[in-house]
């Protein structure tokens, strides 16, 4: 029978995980290796720094198309089998854009998501052509990759907590099939070294604003701005910044207060009245790099000095609303007589 090592413990390689169990595979045939769990905080592990929220997916490419819906209709169901409190949620998006997306993106996202309006044009902030308000899952990020690690390690799956500098180093008996999910770490594992990874540099300032419960995106030219809440917590994500290939790790002081302007200027009806953006206490600044591929996401099949390796990796900003139908299309490259 075939053995399963994924490599990587990020939202990648838990949801490749939770579809293995899904098909039934036997939890003792699978593997986690991985240098960061859920827990840590490194600049190479994107996981637990989203916001995270499922927006509208301005691409008609049909993959990611198929990656947005799978994901979409799936995550109830894991919600129901992790129990309450696990971090994914419903709530209301407030989307805007300088540019109306096409019917044709527009239909594509109505024909899954759970409720939807068009935004009338007096509330519109200045400078947007097109609002949207709708019903999606968001994310408590660090929480929901915690719970379904547990969930996944309880079911019997064994988490092997090491950096692998070689896919040499990936000891394998007989008919293992490897899951690269290493994200950012598929540009410098020997074996991989796929230099198209790159990173897309974010930084965001957390804040404690209890009072604000639903999500507010603004993507204008070349400049996203956005308020999302992380449910179950006082938290808004703020932000934002989507700089490619910038390897800074710092974060710097004039983003911050960048980031606290705009978020004021687009979406001024979140600040509670006689009170400013900054009354509400900052919790943390971050900077964190989304694992990005040059040449889009790569899932496909390889052999590497014999072995069977399935990659699955460049998420870049996209790994939580569109990493479960990723893993899908991985599984799903698996051939029918291992399984
Ligand atoms: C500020 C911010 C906001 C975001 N907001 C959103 C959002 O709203 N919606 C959304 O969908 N996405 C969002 N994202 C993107 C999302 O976080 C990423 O797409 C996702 O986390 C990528 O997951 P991953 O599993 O591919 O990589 P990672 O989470 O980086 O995990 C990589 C895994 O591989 C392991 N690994 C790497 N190299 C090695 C090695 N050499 N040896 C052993 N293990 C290794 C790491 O330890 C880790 O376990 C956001 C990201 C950021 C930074």
């Given at each position: 029978m075939t053995d399963y090592t994924i490599l990587g413990s990020g939202v990648i390689g838990l949801y490749t995980a939770y579809l293995l169990l899904e098909r039934g595979i036997d939890s003792k045939k699978i593997k986690i290796i991985a240098k960061h769990t859920p827990g840590d905080l490194s600049h190479?592990?994107?996981?637990?720094?989203?916001?995270a929220t499922v927006p509208c997916v301005k691409n008609d490419d049909e993959d990611i198309q198929f990656f947005c819906k799978f994901t979409f209709e799936n995550l109830g169901k894991i919600r129901q089998q992790l129990g309450g409190n696990c971090g994914i949620e419903t709530i209301w998006n407030n989307e805007f854009w300088y540019k109306k997306p096409s019917e044709k993106t527009l239909k594509k996202f109505y024909s899954y998501i759970f409720e939807y309006k068009e935004i009338p044009k007096a509330q519109?902030?200045?400078?947007?052509a097109y609002g949207l308000r709708y019903k999606t899952w968001a994310f408590n990020a660090p929480l929901f990759i915690q719970r379904l690690s547990d969930y996944i390690k309880a079911k019997g799956v064994k988490v092997d907590v090491r950096e692998i500098s070689d896919l040499k180093e990936v000891k394998t008996k007989g008919d293992t099939i490897i899951f690269n999910c290493t994200g950012f770490g598929s540009r410098f594992i020997k074996g991989i070294e796929d230099l198209d990874v790159i990173p897309i540099r974010a930084q965001v300032v957390v804040v404690e604003a209890p009072s604000v419960v639903e999500t507010h995106l603004s993507w204008g030219n070349n400049v996203e701005t956005y308020a999302i809440k992380r449910p179950k917590s006082n938290e808004l994500v703020l932000g934002g910044f989507y700089q490619h290939d910038n390897w800074n790790k710092d974060v710097l002081g004039k983003e911050t207060q960048d980031i606290l302007q705009r978020v004021s200027k687009e979406f001024p009806q979140i600040i509670p009245s006689g009170k400013t953006i900054y009354d509400f206490p900052i919790k943390r600044e971050i900077s964190a790099f989304r694992p990005s591929r040059k040449s889009g996401v790569r899932i496909e099949k390889e052999l590497i000095d014999g072995r069977l390796v399935i990659h699955n990796y460049g998420a870049g900003g996209t790994g939580y609303a569109q990493g479960l139908g990723m893993a899908e299309q991985a599984v799903r490259l698996i051939p029918s007589s291992k399984l």
């Open positions: 190479h592990f994107a996981s637990p720094f989203a916001g519109i902030p200045k400078g947007q």
